[in-house]
């Protein structure tokens, strides 16, 4: 009887564990501070940095809403970070603003996958000029998101900076460049 409680007692101890499991639902806007890693929370404050900034920016008048090509923003990181993630929140909050008139970025993504150079998928001057007409834009919208990460001991500090530029199609000229940094330290328990 005694060996058998103690055989039970594994057992009742994992059940236990996990009868203390949950789920719940968090608010979207909930900062997310774990670790040193990138983020939801930093997704929204590159986006929201970089539409605010280009919505002051000062552009050459058209006569009518500009038309917006979003191309793609490069990871220079050392996670893997959804660039696509932060392309897709500036998109809908640039639409949202009214200021462009902004291309679909699967039809430019198919479009732009036909005129680059084959050895390394990237767009050359001559191409995002073709590319820009065949689409009928007047700017790029493109960008890099980089990362430095240290670590000393249990503590890991890390620095990300998304660049952004808005690119004339026609004369290559860059009209509103801007970045945002945040910089975020991550000190590991005892048992991690």
């Given amino acids: 009887m005694r060996r058998a409680f103690w055989m ?3 057992l009742a101890a994992a059940c236990l564990i996990l009868a203390c499991a949950s789920s719940h639902y968090v608010r979207p806007d909930e900062v997310t501070e774990w670790d040193y890693t990138y983020s939801d929370t930093d997704m929204k404050m590159l986006a929201e940095k970089m539409v605010m900034s280009i919505s002051e920016a000062d552009l050459p008048e058209t006569g009518e809403k500009p038309k917006l090509a979003f191309l793609r ?4 990181t050392s996670q893997h970070v959804d660039t696509e993630g932060i392309s897709e929140k500036i998109l809908v909050s640039l639409v949202k603003l ?3 008139r902004v291309m679909d970025r699967k039809l430019l993504k198919e479009q732009a996958q036909e005129i680059a150079l ?11 000029v073709k590319l820009g007409n065949l689409v009928g834009a007047n700017y790029f919208l493109t ?3 980089m990362s430095i990460e ?7 500090l890390a620095y990300y ?6 690119v004339d199609i026609q ?3 860059i009209l509103w460049a801007d970045e945002k940094e945040l910089k975020k330290r991550s000190t590991k328990g005892w048992f991690e």
């Fill in 143 to 145: 960008g890099d998101i």
């Fill in 118 to 128: 084959v050895a390394n998928q990237r767009i050359d001057v001559a191409g995002a």
């Fill in 171 to 173: 004369t290559s000229e």
């Fill in 73 to 76: 923003i490069g990871n220079r």
């Fill in 150 to 156: 240290k670590t000393k001991g249990a503590t890991t």
């Fill in 98 to 100: 009214g200021k462009f």
């Fill in 161 to 166: 900076k998304l660049t952004m530029r808005l």
């Fill in 8 to 10: 039970a007692l594994p």
